[in-house]
């Protein structure tokens, strides 16, 4: 089923450069990894980037604009519904072609999900704040703006059988699990693929199923299907992928060359 003019293809919605932090081929991704780039950004660096706040969202030092409410809010529901809204805003303001109501479900699955479950301990007061978070082993989890956008365009319907690519810590599995009938949750590192099975059933997210493998390769045994999410970039779409989805489905993923 290679061909393209079948499938109703959002593969190349989504910039690299928007999706930083998730620009890595899968294969590429290593557990013996030991020199990773220090991607943590202390809440005083947030608060100094206020000062020196770009045009474009972004301070002279690349830190994200982070208002300072969203700072001081102090238990995670809270911290959880500012971030909700917050998305909203950006996704409806940015995108005036977005689904709302696909949107709305989107947000309405994350609101059930707690963050911080899905973090390492010391990560977990950060869980709410548009950054993407270290989760070991040279990985993060992705800003949760980038999430909602991915998942809202890929218009998951309660049926569907979706291939989730990149668990990770089980985060965007979660969220998919409460949108879809199934998701089939792939990942290269073995470490992050036994603990996101062991997480992801301790929580309850049972029509999820996390198998360790090259991601890029796709999961034949539960194929096809309707949407396939891959939260890692490449210069180029995975045949194998395009092969695995029903007619009509939809391949979401950061497509093109970065720098990052």
């Given at each position: ?150 998942l809202s365009v890929a218009d998951i319907g309660p049926h569907a059988n979706v291939l989730d690519v990149g668990t990770g ?67 180029a779409i995975p045949q194998p992928l395009l092969d695995q989805l029903k007619p009509g489905g939809r391949l979401i993923m ?7």
């Amino acid at each position: 089923m290679g061909s393209i003019g079948r499938l109703f293809a959002l593969v190349t919605l989504i910039s690299v450069s928007a999706a930083a932090g998730a620009s890595q081929h899968l294969s590429a991704r290593s557990a013996t990894q030991s020199n990773c780039p220090d991607q943590h950004l202390l809440i005083k660096d947030l608060l100094a980037s206020r000062s020196t706040r770009q045009p474009n969202g972004s301070s002279q030092m690349g830190s994200p604009w982070i208002p300072l409410d969203a700072l001081l809010i102090r238990t995670p529901e809270q911290r959880r519904d500012f971030m909700l809204r917050s998305i909203e805003q950006q996704l409806e303001s940015r995108h005036s072609t977005i689904d709302l109501r696909e949107l709305d479900r989107v947000l309405g699955a994350m609101r059930q999900i707690d963050r911080e479950e899905f973090l390492p301990r010391n990560e977990r007061a950060a869980a709410y704040l548009p950054l993407s978070l270290d989760i070991g082993f040279c990985q993060t989890l992705s800003d949760p703006y980038i999430i909602a956008l991915m998942l809202s365009v890929a218009d998951i319907g309660p049926h569907a059988n979706v291939l989730d690519v990149g668990t990770g810590s089980g985060y965007q599995a979660a969220i998919l699990s409460r949108l879809a009938m199934h998701v089939q949750s792939l990942e290269i590192v073995p470490q992050l693929a036994s603990e996101a099975r062991k997480r992801l059933r301790h929580l309850g997210f049972l029509n999820v199923d996390v198998e360790l493998a090259d991601g890029y390769a796709g999961w034949p045994p539960r194929a096809p299907f309707d949407v396939i999410i891959v939260a890692a970039g490449s210069t180029a779409i995975p045949q194998p992928l395009l092969d695995q989805l029903k007619p009509g489905g939809r391949l979401i993923m950061p497509v093109g060359r970065t720098s990052l």
